[in-house]
């Protein structure tokens, strides 16, 4: 009798443990399950936001090369004469076709004009690649017809070097360009170079550079709106996926 109270005293006992255990294990497991899901929601959060914000800077270089066309295309046209130097005659590679830009891509042909103002460069056009057989630049097909001309056609700024991670201005040539610096032609000049519409030579196409395509901005952006829309959506099925998986009877 003596060994049969003992036995449920220790029963007693260790249950009493057990349930002080669960007790003191209680409030440690809901303080961890409540942190991972502020963590999982501040994530889910910042995800939201970082989606949103590259939908609006999509949205804003769309406008931005909207404005550009609108810009380019109100510019005056001016005029000039002076008298070229095709010796320091430059190309400026991978360029796009002007009337088929997904087509081909090809040179851009600069050559410096002396006029009564000063020296200024000139972008005479497109042009498929020249080069001689030991891969040199071929600028003799684009010889200027006369030493000395008159032209007509709009201002368009130098391009300025952006960020902090830059590429060579020049190729395998020293004269064959890979970003338009103007002192790879001319020792000075102005803040920008003139591009033609008059024809200076029968193997150049004298038409303006197409500008860039503002509608594949408008595409990302609607991209990641999209993807903005549909992640709150997902983040709600994952959770209720998750929740009917720990507790089935919370299932319908």
């Given amino acids: 009798m003596f060994n049969a109270s003992y036995r449920q005293l220790a029963i007693l006992h260790a249950n009493a443990q057990c349930c002080g255990m669960k007790k003191h294990a209680f409030p440690s497991s809901f303080f961890a399950r409540r942190l991972t899901f502020v963590l999982l929601v501040a994530l889910a959060l910042a995800v939201e936001a970082g989606l949103l914000t590259l939908a609006n800077w999509q949205w804003g270089r769309y406008q931005q090369r909207l404005a550009q066309q609108t810009e380019f295309a109100s510019r005056p046209a001016v005029t000039l004469s002076g008298t070229w130097q095709p010796q320091h005659t430059v190309a400026l590679t ?12 090809g040179w851009r042909i600069l050559t410096p004009l002396i006029t009564a103002s000063g020296t200024v460069l000139i972008d005479r056009g497109f042009t498929p690649p020249s080069v001689h057989t030991d891969n040199t630049p071929n600028f ?27 590429g060579p201005d020049v190729t395998t040539h020293p004269r064959l360009l ?19 519409r008059t024809p ?24 990641w709106l999209g993807m903005a829309l ?15 998986a720990t507790n089935p009877r919370a299932n319908p």
């Fill in 94 to 105: 991978n360029q796009p076709h002007p009337l088929s830009p997904e087509s081909s891509r």
């Fill in 140 to 166: 003799t097909p684009f010889q200027p017809v006369t030493i000395s001309t008159t032209l007509s056609g709009v201002w368009q700024p130098f391009p300025q070097r952006r960020g902090w991670l830059r």
């Fill in 178 to 196: 890979a970003f338009l610096n103007p002192a790879h032609s001319v020792s000075a000049t102005g803040p920008a170079y003139l591009i033609s």
């Fill in 200 to 223: 200076t030579s029968p193997n150049l196409t004298a038409v303006p550079p197409p500008l860039p395509a503002p509608t594949k901005h408008l595409s990302y952006a609607l991209q």
């Fill in 230 to 244: 549909a992640f709150p959506i997902m983040c709600l099925v994952a959770m209720r996926a998750k929740r009917r």
